[in-house]
C-alpha cells in the first residue's frame, strides 16, 4: 500500500512505453476543469484536485493503476494527488511529474481545445 509519503514517480519514456504495450491504467489530469479543456495528454480523464477525495472510489478500483499528472515539475498538485489516492487505500498510483510540459516540449501530442 502506498503510504502517505511515499510519491512514486513515473518518467515521461516509462509513460509512453507503458502506453505502447497497452498496459492498462488511468491517466489523470488533476488541473481544474478549464485548464483540461485547453490542453491534456491524450486519453486522460480530468479530475480535478479538489474533487478527488470524493471521486476516486466511484471511478477508481483500489488496485488499478492510476497515474496523475498536472502541469509541471513546480505543480504540486500530481504530488498531492498520490497522497490522496494513498491515504484512501489506492495501491498502484504513480505521479508524471513533468507533466503537460514536459510531455508537449517533447514532441508527444497534446489534445488542444478538444481536438485530436
Known sequence: MVRTSEVREISRL???DKRQRGDAFVL???????????????????????LLQDLAPLLFGKHDEIVV?????SCTASTTAVKILGTQGFT????YKGGIKDWEESGETVVIHGEL
Open 14 to 16: 516509462a509513460l509512453i
Open 28 to 50: 489523470v489530469d488533476v488541473l481544474a476543469h478549464e485548464h483540461f479543456v485547453s490542453i491534456h495528454l491524450p486519453g486522460a480523464i480530468n479530475v480535478p484536485l479538489n
Open 69 to 73: 499528472y498536472c502541469a509541471d515539475t
Open 92 to 95: 498502484n498510483v504513480y505521479d
